[in-house]
């Protein structure tokens, strides 16, 4: 069984600049959750996609959005990057047997963005 | 507004000695309870969850309604116990609410 995988490991961009990030779930996941958690802080929740479609999303700005693939692997993309975009993003996949945040989810290692 | 905190951002005891995290909740529904644990240099992962009642690795965590906490307890703390540890809340919209985590540190 394969894990949560995410790319790149890290990431330095400019401000005003967009970012792709990438998440492969874990094997017979179809539900994939993306987090940002910033230095000290708990992660927090950026959406979550279904089935290839959005199932829910945090407080987050529309610049901030997402694919999921026909293989369930998914991607954050964001736009017009700002320095407090600088965090750890994570994703993780889950079975979506029962929903939303109640599955247990499987978390990649995060990809770490600093915006300069 | 739904939320969670945890108090204390470390905390550190002795091998042999009792642990108790603390984790306090605001939903205005039925909630469901998750603790996730980091251990160092490795990725976050689930611990337990209130609806399951399990014990895992020892620890316990019993849902209060009453007193809104879901506080996460050991009788005698082992030195691998030393990770972060994090408290969530499933709240609406599919998503899982985090507290800040506390960081516990077992000193032999």
């Known amino acids: 069984e394969t894990g949560v995988t995410q790319s790149p490991t890290h990431l330095i961009k400019t401000r005003g600049q967009q970012v792709t990030l990438r998440c492969s779930s874990q094997s017979g996941h179809n539900t994939v959750s993306w987090y940002q958690q910033a230095l000290g802080q708990g992660p927090q929740f950026i959406f979550q996609y279904y089935r290839e479609e959005e199932n829910g999303r945090g407080n987050f700005p529309p610049r901030f959005s997402g694919l999921q693939f026909p293989n369930y692997s998914s991607e954050l993309n964001v736009n017009a990057l700002e320095l407090d975009d600088s965090a750890l993003y994570l994703c993780?996949?889950?079975?979506?047997?029962?929903?939303?945040?109640?599955?247990?989810?499987?978390f990649g290692p995060g990809t770490r963005l600093t915006v300069l | 507004a739904q939320r969670v905190t945890q108090p204390e951002k470390l905390l550190s005891v002795f091998k042999g000695a009792p642990v108790e995290l603390k984790c306090n909740y605001s939903?205005?529904?039925?909630?469901?309870l998750f603790w996730y644990v980091q251990y160092s240099r490795q990725r976050l992962q689930l611990l337990l969850r209130?609806?399951?009642?399990?014990s895992i690795k020892g620890f316990t965590a019993d849902l209060n309604k009453g007193e809104t906490s879901f506080h996460l307890k050991k009788p005698f703390a082992q030195e691998e116990d030393s990770a972060m540890y994090y408290c969530?809340?499933?709240?609406?919209?599919?998503?899982?609410?985090w507290g800040a985590g506390t960081k516990l540190i077992i000193k032999p």
């Open positions: 209130h609806i399951s009642r399990e």
């Open positions: 993780a996949s889950s079975a979506g047997l029962a929903g939303g945040g109640t599955d247990t989810q499987y």
């Open positions: 939903y205005s529904g039925s909630p469901e």
């Open positions: 969530a809340l499933s709240g609406s919209n599919y998503q899982l609410i």
